[in-house]
Protein backbone atom coordinates (compact mmCIF):
# COMPACT_ATOMS: atom_id res chain seq x y z
CA UNK A 1 0.00 0.00 0.00
CA UNK A 2 1.46 3.10 -0.79
CA UNK A 3 0.38 5.78 1.89
CA UNK A 4 2.08 9.57 1.16
CA UNK A 5 1.84 11.96 4.04
CA UNK A 6 0.33 14.69 2.81
CA UNK A 7 0.20 18.20 3.81
CA UNK A 8 -3.37 17.37 5.38
CA UNK A 9 -5.57 15.29 2.98
CA UNK A 10 -8.62 14.83 4.84
CA UNK A 11 -11.10 15.78 3.16
CA UNK A 12 -13.74 16.54 5.14
CA UNK A 13 -16.27 17.20 2.87
CA UNK A 14 -20.12 17.22 3.46
CA UNK A 15 -19.62 16.91 6.79
CA UNK A 16 -23.25 17.41 7.65
CA UNK A 17 -23.55 13.82 8.88
CA UNK A 18 -20.75 11.82 10.13
CA UNK A 19 -19.63 8.15 10.29
CA UNK A 20 -17.92 5.98 13.38
CA UNK A 21 -17.13 7.26 16.37
CA UNK A 22 -18.22 11.36 15.54
CA UNK A 23 -21.23 12.95 15.22
CA UNK A 24 -22.15 15.68 12.19
CA UNK A 25 -19.38 15.89 9.67
CA UNK A 26 -18.60 19.45 8.37
CA UNK A 27 -20.08 20.57 5.16
CA UNK A 28 -21.63 23.57 4.89
CA UNK A 29 -21.65 26.64 2.28
CA UNK A 30 -19.03 29.17 2.29
CA UNK A 31 -16.26 26.46 2.89
CA UNK A 32 -12.92 27.13 1.61
CA UNK A 33 -11.37 25.66 -1.52
CA UNK A 34 -8.16 23.78 -1.99
CA UNK A 35 -6.78 26.90 -3.86
CA UNK A 36 -8.02 29.31 -1.05
CA UNK A 37 -6.72 26.94 2.07
CA UNK A 38 -3.57 26.13 0.33
CA UNK A 39 -1.42 28.47 1.96
CA UNK A 40 -3.34 28.88 5.27
CA UNK A 41 -1.41 29.27 8.37
CA UNK A 42 -1.67 27.97 11.59
CA UNK A 43 -2.93 30.47 14.39
CA UNK A 44 -0.87 31.21 17.32
CA UNK A 45 -2.14 30.58 20.94
CA UNK A 46 -1.77 33.10 23.62
CA UNK A 47 -0.76 31.11 26.98
CA UNK A 48 -3.27 32.15 29.24
CA UNK A 49 -1.40 33.04 33.19
CA UNK A 50 -2.19 33.10 36.22
CA UNK A 51 -5.27 30.40 35.60
CA UNK A 52 -6.70 29.20 38.56
CA UNK A 53 -9.67 26.36 38.31
CA UNK A 54 -10.68 26.19 42.19
CA UNK A 55 -12.36 22.82 42.49
CA UNK A 56 -11.03 21.03 39.41
CA UNK A 57 -8.99 17.92 41.08
CA UNK A 58 -6.91 17.51 37.49
CA UNK A 59 -6.17 21.06 37.09
CA UNK A 60 -4.98 20.91 40.48
CA UNK A 61 -2.47 17.85 39.40
CA UNK A 62 -1.58 19.29 36.41
CA UNK A 63 -1.02 22.78 37.33
CA UNK A 64 1.68 21.03 40.49
CA UNK A 65 3.38 18.88 37.91
CA UNK A 66 4.23 21.72 35.18
CA UNK A 67 3.20 20.31 32.27
CA UNK A 68 0.04 17.76 30.57
CA UNK A 69 0.01 14.63 29.36
CA UNK A 70 -2.55 14.58 26.68
CA UNK A 71 -4.15 11.81 25.14
CA UNK A 72 -4.55 11.13 20.89
CA UNK A 73 -4.26 9.30 18.07
CA UNK A 74 -1.19 8.53 15.77
CA UNK A 75 -2.75 7.21 12.55
CA UNK A 76 -5.09 9.79 11.13
CA UNK A 77 -3.94 11.57 8.66
CA UNK A 78 -5.19 15.03 8.97
CA UNK A 79 -6.89 14.61 12.15
CA UNK A 80 -4.00 13.69 14.51
CA UNK A 81 -0.80 11.84 12.82
CA UNK A 82 2.99 11.28 14.27
CA UNK A 83 5.64 11.74 12.00
CA UNK A 84 7.92 8.62 12.13
CA UNK A 85 10.94 10.65 11.65
CA UNK A 86 10.34 13.59 13.82
CA UNK A 87 8.23 12.20 16.41
CA UNK A 88 5.83 15.48 15.53
CA UNK A 89 1.95 14.92 15.90
CA UNK A 90 0.22 17.15 13.57
CA UNK A 91 -3.95 17.78 12.68
CA UNK A 92 -6.86 19.17 13.74
CA UNK A 93 -7.09 18.00 16.67
CA UNK A 94 -4.07 18.21 18.01
CA UNK A 95 -4.00 21.70 17.26
CA UNK A 96 -7.64 21.55 19.41
CA UNK A 97 -5.31 19.90 22.05
CA UNK A 98 -2.84 22.92 21.60
CA UNK A 99 -5.47 25.36 21.88
CA UNK A 100 -7.06 24.38 25.02
CA UNK A 101 -4.00 23.84 26.57
CA UNK A 102 -2.97 27.55 26.25
CA UNK A 103 -5.94 28.67 28.17
CA UNK A 104 -4.79 26.59 30.77
CA UNK A 105 -1.58 28.23 30.69
CA UNK A 106 0.65 25.32 29.02
CA UNK A 107 2.40 26.25 26.44
CA UNK A 108 3.40 23.55 23.49
CA UNK A 109 6.82 23.04 25.01
CA UNK A 110 4.86 21.31 28.07
CA UNK A 111 2.80 19.60 26.15
CA UNK A 112 3.46 15.45 25.78
CA UNK A 113 0.89 13.57 23.10
CA UNK A 114 0.59 10.10 24.45
CA UNK A 115 -0.97 7.59 22.11
CA UNK A 116 -3.91 5.82 23.13
CA UNK A 117 -5.83 3.48 21.00
CA UNK A 118 -10.10 3.63 20.74
CA UNK A 119 -10.63 0.83 23.30
CA UNK A 120 -8.47 2.28 26.02
CA UNK A 121 -9.35 5.42 26.23
CA UNK A 122 -12.00 5.76 28.81
CA UNK A 123 -9.39 3.75 31.18
CA UNK A 124 -6.35 5.94 30.33
CA UNK A 125 -9.00 8.85 31.26
CA UNK A 126 -9.97 7.33 34.66
CA UNK A 127 -6.86 6.29 35.26
CA UNK A 128 -5.11 9.36 35.35
CA UNK A 129 -2.61 8.38 32.58
CA UNK A 130 -3.84 11.40 30.56
CA UNK A 131 -5.36 14.63 31.70
CA UNK A 132 -7.64 15.14 28.90
CA UNK A 133 -8.30 13.35 25.54
CA UNK A 134 -8.47 14.56 21.76
CA UNK A 135 -8.36 12.11 19.09
CA UNK A 136 -12.38 11.94 16.95
CA UNK A 137 -13.81 10.51 20.50
CA UNK A 138 -17.92 10.63 19.52
CA UNK A 139 -19.59 11.72 22.49
CA UNK A 140 -22.24 8.93 23.71
CA UNK A 141 -24.25 8.17 26.52
CA UNK A 142 -22.45 4.63 27.06
CA UNK A 143 -18.82 7.05 27.41
CA UNK A 144 -20.50 9.83 29.39
CA UNK A 145 -21.39 6.72 32.14
CA UNK A 146 -17.75 6.77 32.89
CA UNK A 147 -16.47 10.10 31.65
CA UNK A 148 -17.58 13.25 30.28
CA UNK A 149 -16.95 15.46 27.24
CA UNK A 150 -16.22 19.09 26.41
CA UNK A 151 -17.79 20.06 22.94
CA UNK A 152 -18.54 18.72 20.45
CA UNK A 153 -15.59 20.90 18.81
CA UNK A 154 -16.36 18.81 15.20
CA UNK A 155 -18.91 16.91 13.40
CA UNK A 156 -18.77 13.84 11.47
CA UNK A 157 -20.17 10.93 10.01
CA UNK A 158 -19.93 6.95 9.56
CA UNK A 159 -18.73 5.97 5.84
CA UNK A 160 -16.93 2.73 3.97
CA UNK A 161 -13.46 2.93 2.11
CA UNK A 162 -13.39 0.08 -0.24
CA UNK A 163 -10.15 -0.71 -2.71
CA UNK A 164 -10.99 1.78 -6.21
CA UNK A 165 -11.95 -1.11 -8.02
CA UNK A 166 -14.56 -2.30 -5.83
CA UNK A 167 -18.85 -1.87 -7.78
CA UNK A 168 -20.16 -4.39 -4.84
CA UNK A 169 -19.70 -2.19 -1.86
CA UNK A 170 -21.95 0.97 -2.54
CA UNK A 171 -23.10 1.73 1.17
CA UNK A 172 -23.71 -0.26 4.74
CA UNK A 173 -27.03 -2.00 2.72
CA UNK A 174 -24.39 -4.18 0.35
CA UNK A 175 -21.99 -5.05 3.63
CA UNK A 176 -23.76 -8.72 4.13
CA UNK A 177 -20.98 -11.35 3.03
CA UNK A 178 -18.37 -8.59 3.41
CA UNK A 179 -15.25 -8.41 5.39
CA UNK A 180 -15.28 -5.33 7.30
CA UNK A 181 -12.63 -3.65 9.43
CA UNK A 182 -12.56 -0.76 12.08
CA UNK A 183 -10.91 -0.12 15.40
CA UNK A 184 -11.72 -2.23 18.87
CA UNK A 185 -14.05 -0.66 20.77
CA UNK A 186 -14.97 2.12 18.26
CA UNK A 187 -18.17 3.38 17.62
CA UNK A 188 -18.39 2.01 14.15
CA UNK A 189 -17.88 -1.20 14.58
CA UNK A 190 -20.32 -1.46 17.35
CA UNK A 191 -22.46 -0.06 14.94
CA UNK A 192 -21.98 -2.74 12.15
CA UNK A 193 -22.15 -5.62 15.23
CA UNK A 194 -25.47 -4.29 16.37
CA UNK A 195 -27.24 -3.68 13.40
CA UNK A 196 -26.45 -7.15 11.44
CA UNK A 197 -24.71 -5.31 8.42
CA UNK A 198 -22.85 -7.95 7.93
CA UNK A 199 -21.74 -11.47 9.86
CA UNK A 200 -20.23 -12.21 13.20
CA UNK A 201 -17.60 -13.99 11.48
CA UNK A 202 -16.98 -11.13 8.59
CA UNK A 203 -15.89 -8.34 11.39
CA UNK A 204 -12.31 -7.40 11.61
CA UNK A 205 -10.69 -5.24 14.75
CA UNK A 206 -7.35 -4.08 14.46
CA UNK A 207 -5.83 -0.99 17.51
CA UNK A 208 -4.95 1.19 14.40
CA UNK A 209 -7.48 2.13 11.96
CA UNK A 210 -3.72 1.97 9.24
CA UNK A 211 -4.15 -1.46 10.18
CA UNK A 212 -7.52 -2.43 8.52
CA UNK A 213 -6.62 -0.34 5.57
CA UNK A 214 -3.27 -2.33 5.22
CA UNK A 215 -5.41 -5.56 5.61
CA UNK A 216 -7.60 -3.65 2.90
CA UNK A 217 -4.73 -2.90 0.16
CA UNK A 218 -3.86 -6.68 0.69
CA UNK A 219 -7.47 -7.97 -0.07
CA UNK A 220 -8.04 -9.49 3.29
CA UNK A 221 -10.75 -7.50 3.98
CA UNK A 222 -13.24 -5.88 1.38
CA UNK A 223 -14.10 -2.81 3.26
CA UNK A 224 -12.65 -0.34 6.36
CA UNK A 225 -15.60 1.64 8.26
CA UNK A 226 -15.26 5.07 10.68
CA UNK A 227 -15.69 8.61 10.47
CA UNK A 228 -15.97 9.78 6.66
CA UNK A 229 -12.95 12.24 8.07
CA UNK A 230 -10.62 9.76 8.99
CA UNK A 231 -11.31 7.30 5.76
CA UNK A 232 -11.25 10.47 3.04
CA UNK A 233 -7.68 10.87 4.87
CA UNK A 234 -6.30 8.05 3.78
CA UNK A 235 -7.89 7.69 0.88
CA UNK A 236 -6.40 11.48 -0.43
CA UNK A 237 -3.48 9.89 0.71
CA UNK A 238 -3.69 6.80 -1.75
CA UNK A 239 -6.12 8.15 -4.50
CA UNK A 240 -5.53 5.24 -6.61
CA UNK A 241 -5.93 2.76 -4.52
CA UNK A 242 -9.14 3.60 -2.19
CA UNK A 243 -12.24 5.39 -2.55
CA UNK A 244 -14.96 6.91 -0.66
CA UNK A 245 -18.49 5.16 -1.03
CA UNK A 246 -22.20 5.84 0.03
CA UNK A 247 -23.92 8.38 2.13
CA UNK A 248 -22.65 8.32 5.67
CA UNK A 249 -25.18 6.51 8.04
CA UNK A 250 -24.54 8.09 11.51
CA UNK A 251 -24.03 11.32 13.20
CA UNK A 252 -20.67 11.69 15.41
CA UNK A 253 -20.16 14.36 17.69
CA UNK A 254 -16.15 14.91 18.61
CA UNK A 255 -15.73 15.64 21.67
CA UNK A 256 -12.42 16.44 24.38
CA UNK A 257 -12.91 13.52 26.71
CA UNK A 258 -12.14 14.23 30.73
CA UNK A 259 -12.33 13.17 34.03
CA UNK A 260 -15.78 12.73 35.45
CA UNK A 261 -17.63 15.22 37.32
CA UNK A 262 -14.88 17.49 37.09
CA UNK A 263 -17.26 20.29 35.62
CA UNK A 264 -15.12 23.31 36.42
CA UNK A 265 -12.17 22.35 34.12
CA UNK A 266 -15.04 20.96 31.44
CA UNK A 267 -16.73 24.22 31.76
CA UNK A 268 -13.34 25.91 31.20
CA UNK A 269 -12.71 23.70 28.10
CA UNK A 270 -16.14 24.60 26.49
CA UNK A 271 -15.63 28.59 27.06
CA UNK A 272 -12.28 28.27 25.81
CA UNK A 273 -14.07 26.12 22.07
CA UNK A 274 -16.54 28.18 21.97
CA UNK A 275 -14.46 31.95 21.79
CA UNK A 276 -12.32 29.84 19.37
CA UNK A 277 -15.60 29.25 17.24
CA UNK A 278 -16.95 33.16 18.14
CA UNK A 279 -13.32 34.62 17.33
CA UNK A 280 -12.26 33.12 13.95
CA UNK A 281 -9.41 30.70 15.66
CA UNK A 282 -11.58 26.94 15.56
CA UNK A 283 -11.98 28.07 11.08
CA UNK A 284 -8.21 29.25 10.55
CA UNK A 285 -7.30 25.64 12.84
CA UNK A 286 -9.76 23.91 9.99
CA UNK A 287 -8.25 25.94 6.99
CA UNK A 288 -4.97 24.92 8.17
CA UNK A 289 -5.61 21.58 8.62
CA UNK A 290 -8.37 19.68 7.43
CA UNK A 291 -9.61 22.61 5.30
CA UNK A 292 -6.29 21.91 2.78
CA UNK A 293 -8.87 19.25 1.08
CA UNK A 294 -11.08 21.81 -0.23
CA UNK A 295 -13.92 21.00 1.95
CA UNK A 296 -16.77 23.21 3.55
CA UNK A 297 -17.04 23.12 7.22
CA UNK A 298 -19.76 23.41 9.84
CA UNK A 299 -19.09 24.81 13.05
CA UNK A 300 -20.64 22.54 15.81
CA UNK A 301 -22.72 23.75 18.26
CA UNK A 302 -21.44 23.04 21.71
CA UNK A 303 -23.73 20.85 24.21
CA UNK A 304 -23.09 21.74 27.91
CA UNK A 305 -24.25 19.77 30.53
Known sequence: ???RTLAVGLLVGSLALTACGKE????SPGGSSEGANAGAQLPQYTVASNVDLAGSPVFAK????GKLTLGAKDDQPGLGKKDPTSGKFTGFDIEIAKLVAASLGFGEDKITFKTVDSGAREQAIVNGDVDYYVGTYTINDKRKAQISF??????AGQDLLVRKDE???????TLKGKKVCSVTGSTPIQRVREQNLTEPGNIVEFQKYSQCVEKLSTKEVDAVTTDDAILKGFASEDSDSFKVVGKTFSK???GIGLKKDDKVLRDKINDTLQKALDDGTWQKIYDATLGKSGSAAQKPTLQKY
Open 150 to 155: AGPYFE
Open 1 to 3: MRI
Open 252 to 254: EPY
Open 167 to 173: TAITGPE
Open 24 to 27: GTPS
Open 62 to 65: IKAA
